[in-house]
């Protein structure tokens, strides 16, 4: 989620026609790969205003809508660890109609879920779906993007995650609330959706240098220069408090609203992920100029902001209050997971850089599932308030502490001791996710910077 315009962040250079460049014109092959990124995004969150009601008709626990949503999470990480770099060999184009196969897969499990272990098998495979995509639409997106606009997909890939987290959000609510079938119908759309958009996929044109030579899979390989460990470490309360709090609304958002307006509008509940995602897209296209760390420090006073405001929503029971407070909540989350992706990728030389960031965002993707499944453990003896209270309390405790180490990263940055090269960014989808290039130019799995 950092902005294409960022000082220092450049647009790599279109590759060279592969000679397999066949079927859809270059412009109309760009926007079918941008569309299929934000109707990943878009499906990972569909579910979010359901899970009110799968409670209802299947009689579980909080702790499940948790871990429900942390399964998701946990196959998006896996696959992304093993398969972020499939496609560099195999082509872009076979990666991604297998994705779209694994999302009609998922949107099947789920229209026809019967309990709640259904939901946990769809919950994986479209998992493993969208972590394999994720890497191959961010280069799909860098090497498809007009000669004379090369930062378009950037661009795209800076926006379309959050965008379409919120979207999906938003509609399923509407759907849930005014159409038949509600817990069917959206997924049915999307289903017709992924479908046609495989179809037409066979028509990509092949991107990828190296393609054709062979299935091979090569595990990311995680690893933190010893320079950089004590800086990573401290960045990395940034992102703990950030996903933390994206994993707790998307899990659990929909349920505190209902509860505390006593409602039954599962668009109210969609909103609630609509206003987080919409407030990180609005930081990316606001604060994306900011340099150095200014994006870590004014993401994390806005989210202390936030935090301050939904718990006074949450004591006066306030809905106003409370979508105000999480719109604040967004624009701090994008900020401060910005300006932190920024400096983890600081912290290593180009060679280096990709086995870093496969820390980033193994830390990222367990910080949204693993407090948000605490959470929903602690529900049904503290009660959702006092569990949403508490919670809140820790991660401000923890955006404190982030701030007030950045002076020690600040001189560890300038002391030149790691972070010698500004690292060339390519942004790609996921549940929003960062990508970039090794030195020998695969893709390296990419960071989630919005949730799913």
């Known amino acids: 989620m950092v902005s294409t315009n960022s000082p220092g962040v450049q647009a790599p250079a279109a590759p060279a026609d592969t000679g397999r460049s066949r079927g859809l014109p270059r412009g109309g092959a760009f926007w079918l790969v941008g569309l299929v990124s934000v109707l990943l995004l878009i499906s990972s969150t ?30 998006v990480l896996a696959s992304m660890l093993l398969f972020g770099s499939l496609s560099d060999t195999v082509g872009r184009r076979p990666v991604l109609v297998f994705s779209l196969l694994l999302m009609v897969v998922a949107m099947v499990l789920f229209a026809v879920a019967g309990n ?72 049915i759309i999307l289903l017709l959706v992924f479908a046609c958009l495989g179809v037409a996929l066979l028509f990509l044109p092949e991107t990828a240098p190296s393609a054709g030579h062979g299935f091979r899979i090569v595990p990311r390989r995680i690893s933190i220069p010893k320079a950089a460990r004590r800086p990573f470490a401290l960045v990395a309360l940034t992102i703990v408090a950030v996903w933390a709090i994206g994993g707790l609304f998307l899990s659990l958002g929909p349920s505190l609203v209902a509860q505390m307006l006593h409602s039954n509008s599962h668009v109210l509940g969609g909103l609630v992920v609509t206003a987080l995602a919409g407030g990180g897209t609005v930081a990316q296209l606001l604060f994306g100029r900011l340099t150095g760390l200014r994006p870590i420090v004014l993401g994390g006073v806005l989210l202390l902001v936030g935090l301050g405001v939904d718990t006074l929503s949450l004591s006066q029971g306030s809905a106003a209050l409370f979508f105000t407070g999480t719109a604040i909540l967004g624009l701090g989350w994008g900020s401060a997971f910005m300006g932190a992706f ?67 990263v600040s001189r560890h940055h300038r002391s030149g001791r790691v972070g010698a090269h500004q690292p060339v960014v390519q942004h790609t989808p996921g549940p929003c996710c960062l990508a970039t290039h090794d030195a020998a130019g695969s893709t390296v799995a990419p960071v989630p910077v919005g949730a799913h």
């Open 46 to 75: 569909v579910p979010s205003p359901m899970y009110v009601i799968y409670q209802q008709r299947w009689h579980f626990s909080a702790a499940m809508i948790t871990v429900v949503f942390g399964v998701y999470a946990l196959f």
């Open 116 to 187: 709640v272990w259904w939901l946990l098998v769809a919950r994986a495979v479209q998992g493993v779906g969208v972590g394999i995509a994720t890497g191959t639409l961010g280069a799909a997106l860098i090497e498809l993007s007009p000669r004379s606009a090369p930062a378009r997909g950037m661009l795209i890939n800076t926006v379309a995650p959050t965008f379409g987290m919120a979207l999906g959000a938003l509609g399923s609510g509407l759907l849930v609330q005014y159409a038949p079938s509600p817990t069917k119908l959206s997924y």
């Open 342 to 408: 920024r400096s983890m990728a600081a912290l290593a030389d180009p060679v280096h850089r990709g086995e870093l960031l496969a820390g980033v965002y193994v830390v990222a993707y367990l910080a949204m599932c693993l407090p948000a499944i605490a959470a929903g453990i602690a529900v049904p003896h503290a009660g959702l308030h006092t569990t949403t209270n508490v919670f809140t309390a820790v991660v401000a405790v923890l955006v404190v502490i982030a701030l007030g180490s950045l002076p020690f």
